[in-house]
């Protein structure tokens, strides 16, 4: 290490630090909380999980206890009553920290709690509503199948009937905490000849004979303190009462729970963003080359400043979309501009800080090559970019005004 790595921070506090605001007291407020509770609890394991590719039960307590896995349901039920901007919010300072930890929640409560709470029947909610929300139970939203990923109506696990018994067989993969949930919200179909309209909803203990877990084979980009598995249904049994919705409305619940979590998946985005963006800041800024600070450099200001720039159009998006839909305005396109722009535009902007880092931004000793990795799942998931296009084009063609 030579003498002027010394002076500059692998891991800046300023990786915190929020460019611009125009929000409401109460919401800066409630930014700066969970600001605090992601640097005080998620950041000192941020990089330790990723090197050393481990799921970190001890963080999903952390975050059933800071109300965060609850945060989005509302007060009588136990949540937190958050606004979708707070939702927004307290995903950009999670994202901002660490990607596994935000995943963790995108799935948890964007996916499962979220769509448990509003499609449950009673007893569903009584039994896991309450542990998920506190992290000492965890769940995973099966609907990726080898077959079928962007086109999700495709997919082949099938509920066969007998009576008010399901037999579930076929298999998921990519699922997110797949390989440490307790219960997974799954998606199967009556009858693949009904496309779409047989797909069906099952709420499924991970622990029903006949269901195989397995981790993903090979090592992952990003991401990689989280679980990714595969599981495979060979005739696990449940009743009708394990049916979330009705024989058929699966395929609605499984896009409302997305339209749900994306948001978490857009913010989360600005939050990588805002890191990479802190990062080149104070590394440039501290590193001297040619007998001056890197920031010095008209090519590295120009740099710095399109990637502020962007950040606050990228947030501006998510923000305008929260708001929109705590107004219950807020459109496909909202959402898919938001998620587009938002994870693009971190991905180009953690592309520019590790280039920013020289050879230091290539190890991960730095921060940047972390985010740069961990973006890109965030560009396919819950929708890959060019879905979100195809979205935007529907919206503009299908209903032209
Ligand atoms: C880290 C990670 C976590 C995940 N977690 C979950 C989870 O918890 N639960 C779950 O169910 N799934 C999960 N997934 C799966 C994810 O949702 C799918 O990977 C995603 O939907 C894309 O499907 P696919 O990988 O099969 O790609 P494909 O659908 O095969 O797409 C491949 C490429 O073709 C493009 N493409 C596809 N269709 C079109 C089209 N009509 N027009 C233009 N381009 C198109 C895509 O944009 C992409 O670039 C996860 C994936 C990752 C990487």
């Known amino acids: 290490m030579s003498s002027s790595d010394k002076k500059i921070v692998c891991e800046p506090q300023s990786s915190l630090w929020l460019p611009d605001s125009d929000l409401a007291a109460q919401d800066l407020e409630f930014a700066l909380r969970l600001r605090t509770f992601a640097r005080e609890k998620l950041a000192p394991h941020a990089r330790a999980v990723d090197e050393q590719r481990t799921f970190r039960r001890e963080t999903v307590l952390d975050l ?39 995943g963790f929640c995108a799935v948890q409560t964007g996916l499962v709690t979220t769509t448990l709470h509003r499609f449950g029947t009673a ?80 709420l499924v203990a991970t622990n029903a004979p006949g269901l195989r877990r397995e981790a993903m084979p090979g090592v992952e980009l990003g991401h990689r303190g989280s679980d990714h598995a595969t599981l495979t249904f060979d005739g696990v049994e449940v009743g009708a009462d394990a049916m979330l919705g009705e024989v058929g409305e699966g395929f ?13 998946v857009a913010a989360g985005a600005v939050g990588i963003h805002r890191a990479a963006l802190a990062a080149a800041v104070e590394f440039t800024s501290a590193r001297n080359q040619f007998g001056k600070p890197l920031a010095s450099f008209q090519m590295v200001q120009e740099r710095l400043a399109d990637m502020l720039t962007s950040l606050c159009q990228n947030r501006a998006l998510v923000h305008r979309c929260a708001r929109r839909r705590d107004a219950a305005i807020e459109t496909i396109a909202d959402l898919a501009m938001a998620k587009l722009a938002a994870t693009e ?40 970019s060019l879905i979100q296009k195809t979205l935007l084009a529907r919206a503009l063609t299908t209903n032209p005004k």
């Open 64 to 102: 059933g206890h800071a109300g965060v896995l609850g945060g989005p349901l509302p007060r009588e039920s136990g949540g937190g009553g958050w606004s979708a901007m707070q939702y927004a919010i307290a995903h950009e300072e999670i994202g901002a920290v660490c990607g596994n930890a935000r």
């Open 252 to 264: 609605a619940i499984a896009m409302a729970g997305l339209h749900a979590g994306r948001l978490s």
């Open 345 to 384: 535009g971190a991905a180009h902007a953690a592309d520019q800080s590790l280039q920013l880092h020289g050879a230091r931004g290539y190890s991960s000793a730095y921060v940047p090559e972390r985010l740069l990795r961990d973006i890109q799942a965030l560009r396919i998931y819950e929708g890959s």
């Open 123 to 202: 007893q569903q909610r009584a039994r896991w509503l309450a542990p998920l929300m506190a992290g000492r139970a965890i769940g995973c939203f099966a609907l990726t199948e080898p077959d079928a990923g962007s086109d999700a109506a495709s997919l082949r696990t099938v509920a066969e009937r007998r009576g008010d018994r399901f037999f579930l067989r076929g298999q998921k993969h990519w699922i997110t905490n797949g390989g440490v949930a307790d219960v997974a919200l799954v998606f199967a179909t009556v009858d693949p000849m009904k496309g779409k309209n047989g797909i069906t909803a099952f």
